[in-house]
């Protein structure tokens, strides 16, 4: 049957170019390749090659002819031996476009998600002793229970084996799970976050330790375009069950290149889960539920709050729920929002204003990504005061969605606009009396607070 | 701009091969002139609907370079993973999967392997251990190292083939992930397919080392030069690679190939001559090559091979009616996907 030549789109945004030459004459022989005109187009000249075989029919539109139409016939091209008289009964036809009706789906195999036994619940039970505990040892515990639980769990990063994590952190892990499962990275942020991201792929459950998150703005293309949009990408087949952790935010005068706070960063991202723990307990539970978890999750911890010992639940499988906050300490006046370093403060906070005669109530966010809104809406309908706290900056921040949250759901509710305490908007100084003007203090929040309360 | 201003420079010692030719039976020179050509018919189709209008964005066609995926999947075997970047379809059919599916991707449809949501470059399937389908220039490279630890660590015997450009070549993580591919012995089959050019850059403007088959020497990694057009070549080297990997390690192969179509659909391509690319086409066409063979050993007529051609045209035209025809995904599913459920 004798083929229709159509003007072709030649770049995403073409619709209609000029047919500037024809490199071919009515009764030529073509072969697929050879080129048979040159179209000029806003950006360029390009050539159009036949994909065909056969002998030019009939050419329809001129060369030096402007403003052809994508998908207009241009010229007719016969196949071998076809007489010319096949074209008399040929009428141009429009291209085909996208709206017959549904066919069957291709049948595509699912792979189930992997079965994750995580409460929904982040209640203690009656009776629950407590242990005192280091928060890096919560994480370690974390760790190492899960990796008794699961031998598809295994850590690497820099430092993490035989140094026993720059942070001792994984103290202890090499011992007890041998270097297969525990596993010192060269200093190759990229390489081996995307590797983590290909062994999930294959089955496996990384935890990936950057140490420091902001090393892992080296691994960022694969925490986002590797990690969190495949799922999405493959329509739900390509599952990713990964943990990216390590201290986030600012230690203690190490410059402005390894102080950041990420939490809004990863926060934006669809496809990942974000937490951030505050205390030893939610460490151990928050953690054990990120790797269970069959999504990707950056899992921010505080350097700062390594050291700090706090209590732990006694029991046998702690695990908490990503995405549910928790009321650290109950309150009537204002809720001040925040999340790991920024509840030390607010609780440091709340304690000096109750002597003021301001009742603040403390909400740990303890997850960023999913929000657990609810908790934030019922806190600020309770207080009808809102003051947020974070150690990242204030544009685009954290404190900014906190708000947008409080004004989708609790408008109604505010005797006050909700007050930010931030980190300055410069990157973070190294000299001490600079970095400390820099960062969030317990003053700021005391502040915010009883700007909110109007009480000054 | 910089593209324009590529000095004219003859491609040098192009095809130089590993010298290693495979002995191919009558039926392995059928089976790879069919697949090679399900690959060109199937891309020369793919052109047709991007001018169309059908296939949005971003559409890299591998016409020219059929002969490397083809080679190297006749090498493997059930299970062995591989991994590419953005210039995929050809992957895709030489794992076996569905020519709709591919296409119904490229148009953006709710049959399409990822359900229409990934598009030309962003493809996968967990049936056929194909695992994308990646847009970031040399990404592809650690996750498939990854996929090979993750078969070492569960003691399975599967490689991984990782596919990458020459331009990609240049990117860190290659060599991050040559470093772990080496200190752990990792059971994957690096392919450099080295096309000539990174878009508009040749080879000898972005890269200081153009013997690709080196650029593993400072891990130990040994590498094999390879003709990329000569699909019984590639097929010598991948069956010597993939033993290699499976029993020792990590292991590169660089083709010498070469595109004959633009970068992507937008491309003009005029950092290189049409002479350039004529000699390629008309003296190391991967196709035409093993059409010789077969018509002057007798395996096949001319007629078996026109008959061949047709049925894969039924194909692909197939393949692009159900594209066009399947409707566009569900609304509902601008929200499904984004995380598993827990
Ligand atoms: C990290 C990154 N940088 C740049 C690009 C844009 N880009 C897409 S393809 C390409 C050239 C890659 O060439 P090569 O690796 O030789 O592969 P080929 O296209 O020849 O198959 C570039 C620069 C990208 N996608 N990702
Ligand atoms: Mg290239």
Redesign the pocket.
Known sequence: MAIEILMPALSPTMEEGKLSTWLVKEGDNVGSGDVLCEIETDKATMEVESIDEGVIGKILIDAGTENVLVNTVIAILLEDGEDASVMDNMKPSAAPIATAEAEPVAETTLVAAPVAVIPQTDEIPEGTTFKQQTIREALRDAMAEEMRREDSVFIMGEEVAEYQGAYKVTQGLLEEFGDKRVIDTPITEHGFAGLGVGAAFGGLKPVVEFMTFNFAMQAI?HIINSAAKTLYMSGGQMGCPIVFRGPNGAASRVGAQHSQDYTAWYANIPGLKVVSPYSAEDAKGLLKAAIRDPNPVVFLENELLYGVTMDVPELDDFVLPIGKAKIERAGTDVSIVSHSMGIKLALEAAEILAGQGISAEVLNLRTIRPLDTEAIIASVKKTGRMVTVEEGWVRCGLGAELTAVVMDGAFDYLDAPVARVTSKDVPLPYAANLEKLALPSVDDVVNAARKTCYAD | MAARAAPKKKPTKKNQSSGKIANFSEQEELKSYYDMLLIRRFEEKAGQLYGMGQIGGFC?LYIG?EAVVTGINMALKEGDQSIT???DHAHMLAVGLDPKGIMAELTGREGGLSKGKGGSMHMFSREKHFYGGH?????QVPIGTGLAFSNKYNGSDNICVAY??????N?GQVYESFNMAKLWNLPIVYVI???Q???G?AVARASSQTDFSRRGVSFNIPGVKVDGMDVRAVYAAADDAVKYARENGPIILEMLTY?YRG?SMSDPAKYRTKDEVQRMRAEHDPIEQVKKRILDGRLASEDDLKDMDKKIRAIVTESADYATNCPEPDPSELWTDVLIET
């Open positions: 293309d | 890299h370079q970047a953005y210039r847009g970031i220039v040399g990404a990458m450009g020459d331009g990609a070549s990117q397919e080295n096309n050019y990174a878009m850059t595109r970068h």
